[in-house]
């Protein structure tokens, strides 16, 4: 009765092996997960880092979160966390040409009140906002894991537009990652 007990334990244990390994064979193109930084950001006084979950072959899902650091290169915006979807048109799994859907929680600083003189101003409160948009983009996979991506998107600001000096957001980036 061991032995057979044994046996099945076995069994199984190898046919879950096998079938785990069958289902990615070691190929990072099919792996779930990524992170990525934007090589981008920092020239706008930013740092921005993102993770996707890749769902199947042509969707995912991610989050991407960027904070400003320099105040002089980026004046509007303090940061923002922007949940998204995509959707990938390439041959290979979940690389090649997208589209993304997104939402965003926003700090953007408010509106600027000059003074009669057009050169002093008093900044108005940081406004809280959120904002939907779509984008686009590319992305390539190498068989070692690493991930480049080039993306471009824009939103516009749902609820304190008239808050701040401007309505809409932008969101570049040419990223670097690691699948796994």
Known sequence: ???????????????????????TNGDPYQKKNEIKLNLISPLMGAFEVGYERLLNKNSSLGISAFKVYDHSANDDMNYYISPYYRYYFGKKYASGFFVEGFGMFTSIDGKKIYAADNITFTEGKDVYDLALGAGLGWKLVTRKGFVFEANAAYGKLIFNADKTDHDQVIKLGLGIGYRF
């Open 1 to 23: 009765m061991k032995k057979t007990f044994l046996l099945l334990i076995f069994l199984f244990t190898c046919h879950s092996v096998e079938a785990q390994s069958n289902e």
